[in-house]
Protein backbone atom coordinates (compact mmCIF):
# COMPACT_ATOMS: atom_id res chain seq x y z
CA UNK A 1 0.00 0.00 0.00
CA UNK A 2 1.25 3.31 -0.70
CA UNK A 3 2.29 6.16 2.06
CA UNK A 4 -0.34 8.84 1.47
CA UNK A 5 1.50 12.32 0.56
CA UNK A 6 1.35 15.93 1.66
CA UNK A 7 -0.30 18.37 -0.55
CA UNK A 8 2.46 20.36 -1.86
CA UNK A 9 1.27 23.19 -0.03
CA UNK A 10 1.47 21.83 3.30
CA UNK A 11 5.21 20.50 2.59
CA UNK A 12 6.32 24.28 1.69
CA UNK A 13 4.80 25.65 4.61
CA UNK A 14 6.38 23.74 6.58
CA UNK A 15 9.37 23.77 4.77
CA UNK A 16 9.53 27.43 5.23
CA UNK A 17 8.49 27.53 8.72
CA UNK A 18 11.35 25.80 9.77
CA UNK A 19 13.82 27.59 8.04
CA UNK A 20 12.46 31.05 9.86
CA UNK A 21 12.80 28.93 12.99
CA UNK A 22 16.12 27.79 12.31
CA UNK A 23 17.60 31.38 10.74
CA UNK A 24 17.33 30.86 7.45
CA UNK A 25 15.24 32.75 4.75
CA UNK A 26 12.46 31.25 2.85
CA UNK A 27 11.33 32.95 -0.42
CA UNK A 28 8.73 31.59 -2.49
CA UNK A 29 9.97 32.15 -6.12
CA UNK A 30 6.99 30.13 -7.96
CA UNK A 31 3.87 29.22 -6.56
CA UNK A 32 2.49 25.78 -8.12
CA UNK A 33 -0.68 23.28 -8.06
CA UNK A 34 -1.60 23.02 -4.18
CA UNK A 35 -2.10 19.40 -4.09
CA UNK A 36 0.26 17.51 -6.44
CA UNK A 37 2.36 20.11 -7.73
CA UNK A 38 6.37 19.33 -7.78
CA UNK A 39 8.89 21.06 -5.56
CA UNK A 40 12.39 22.41 -6.55
CA UNK A 41 14.43 23.62 -3.96
CA UNK A 42 17.33 26.31 -4.85
CA UNK A 43 19.59 26.29 -1.63
CA UNK A 44 22.42 29.40 -1.22
CA UNK A 45 24.50 29.39 1.41
CA UNK A 46 24.84 33.42 3.07
CA UNK A 47 23.65 34.03 -0.57
CA UNK A 48 26.23 32.15 -2.57
CA UNK A 49 27.36 28.81 -3.80
CA UNK A 50 23.44 27.92 -5.06
CA UNK A 51 22.59 24.67 -6.05
CA UNK A 52 18.94 23.23 -6.84
CA UNK A 53 17.19 20.43 -5.16
CA UNK A 54 14.53 18.37 -6.16
CA UNK A 55 12.19 15.71 -4.09
CA UNK A 56 11.94 12.60 -6.00
CA UNK A 57 9.42 9.16 -5.02
CA UNK A 58 10.87 6.27 -3.31
CA UNK A 59 10.22 2.89 -4.25
CA UNK A 60 9.62 1.97 -0.28
CA UNK A 61 9.38 4.47 2.71
CA UNK A 62 9.81 8.32 2.49
CA UNK A 63 10.75 10.42 -0.68
CA UNK A 64 14.13 12.26 -0.73
CA UNK A 65 15.87 15.03 -2.05
CA UNK A 66 18.61 14.66 -4.78
CA UNK A 67 20.41 17.53 -5.84
CA UNK A 68 20.25 18.48 -9.55
CA UNK A 69 23.99 18.46 -11.07
CA UNK A 70 25.35 21.47 -12.69
CA UNK A 71 28.48 22.35 -13.90
CA UNK A 72 30.55 25.24 -11.97
CA UNK A 73 31.04 27.78 -14.57
CA UNK A 74 28.19 30.37 -14.88
CA UNK A 75 25.73 28.55 -12.49
CA UNK A 76 23.62 31.17 -11.70
CA UNK A 77 23.18 31.20 -14.98
CA UNK A 78 22.58 28.04 -15.91
CA UNK A 79 20.13 27.37 -12.88
CA UNK A 80 17.93 30.47 -14.09
CA UNK A 81 17.76 28.51 -17.49
CA UNK A 82 16.85 25.15 -15.78
CA UNK A 83 14.05 26.97 -14.12
CA UNK A 84 13.27 28.24 -17.00
CA UNK A 85 12.62 25.44 -19.18
CA UNK A 86 10.95 23.40 -16.04
CA UNK A 87 8.05 25.97 -15.85
CA UNK A 88 7.90 25.98 -19.71
CA UNK A 89 7.42 22.00 -19.19
CA UNK A 90 5.30 22.26 -15.64
CA UNK A 91 3.13 24.62 -15.21
CA UNK A 92 2.61 23.31 -11.46
CA UNK A 93 5.69 22.88 -10.53
CA UNK A 94 6.75 24.98 -6.78
CA UNK A 95 10.22 26.93 -6.29
CA UNK A 96 11.07 27.70 -2.98
CA UNK A 97 14.74 29.18 -2.14
CA UNK A 98 16.38 28.56 1.10
CA UNK A 99 19.22 31.13 1.60
CA UNK A 100 20.98 29.38 4.83
CA UNK A 101 23.80 30.18 6.98
CA UNK A 102 26.13 26.73 6.48
CA UNK A 103 24.74 23.68 4.42
CA UNK A 104 24.26 21.55 7.77
CA UNK A 105 21.33 23.91 8.52
CA UNK A 106 19.65 23.09 4.70
CA UNK A 107 20.33 19.29 5.69
CA UNK A 108 17.80 20.42 8.85
CA UNK A 109 15.19 21.63 7.03
CA UNK A 110 15.01 19.08 4.47
CA UNK A 111 15.02 16.61 7.03
CA UNK A 112 10.99 17.49 7.83
CA UNK A 113 10.14 15.61 4.30
CA UNK A 114 12.31 12.99 4.05
Not at 26 to 46: F, N, V, Y
Not at 106 to 114: N, V
Request: proline residues 5%.
Amino acid sequence: MTEPRLASHVLISGLIRKAEAQGSFATLLRKGDRTAGSILLLRREKGRNPALFERFPALEGPAGWAEISMEDIEIEKKISEYLDRRTARDPDIWILELDVPFVERFTDIIALTG
